[in-house]
């Protein structure tokens, strides 16, 4: 399949654009962040937004919809208590109660598949409103 991974469990296609970004994010570090979207008329999960290295998480949760469903990725680079940089990527499933329900629900079945395409995820986060993926919360699963 040169054109797109198959999520079989919802019939879903995770664009090789979706792996390549992450993979450019994960090993170039030329994303901050990537937002990806469904599109349900061609049943494809999509690159919606990229965020420069320079931005940051404030930046990145202003970057997704209040009225619709997404997946992101998160690069969090922090400082250890040993004064060592690290690195954790977090997969954030973004679902607003203000979505609609066929959204959410078509978000819910095709997350796994994409997961497993982004291969590298330290953690992850489900959110409904911004302060279930605030920095506290990226912080507090990092340490």
């Known amino acids: 399949m040169a054109m797109a991974f198959k999520m079989a469990t919802t019939g879903m296609w995770v664009a090789d654009e979706c792996k390549n970004s992450f993979m450019e994010m994960k090993w170039k ?13 061609s049943r494809l999960v999509t690159v919606d937004k ?6 940051s998480y404030d930046d990145f949760a202003a970057s997704l919809p209040t009225d619709d469903c997404r997946y992101a990725v998160f690069d969090f680079d922090f400082v250890t208590v040993d004064n060592c940089r690290k690195s954790k990527i977090f ?4 679902s607003p109660t203000a979505s609609r329900i066929r959204a959410k629900m078509l978000y819910a079945t ?17 959110a409904t409103d911004p302060t279930e993926m605030g920095m506290d919360v990226i912080k507090h699963k990092a340490y």
Not at 110 to 126: M, T, W
Request: glycine fraction near 10%.
């Open 29 to 41: 570090k030329v994303h901050r962040y990537i937002v990806f979207k469904i599109d349900e008329k």
């Open 50 to 55: 990229v965020g420069s290295p320079g931005e």
């Open 91 to 94: 997969f954030i499933a973004w």
């Open 110 to 126: 095709s997350k796994a598949g994409l997961r497993r395409v982004l291969d590298g995820i330290h953690f992850e986060v489900q």
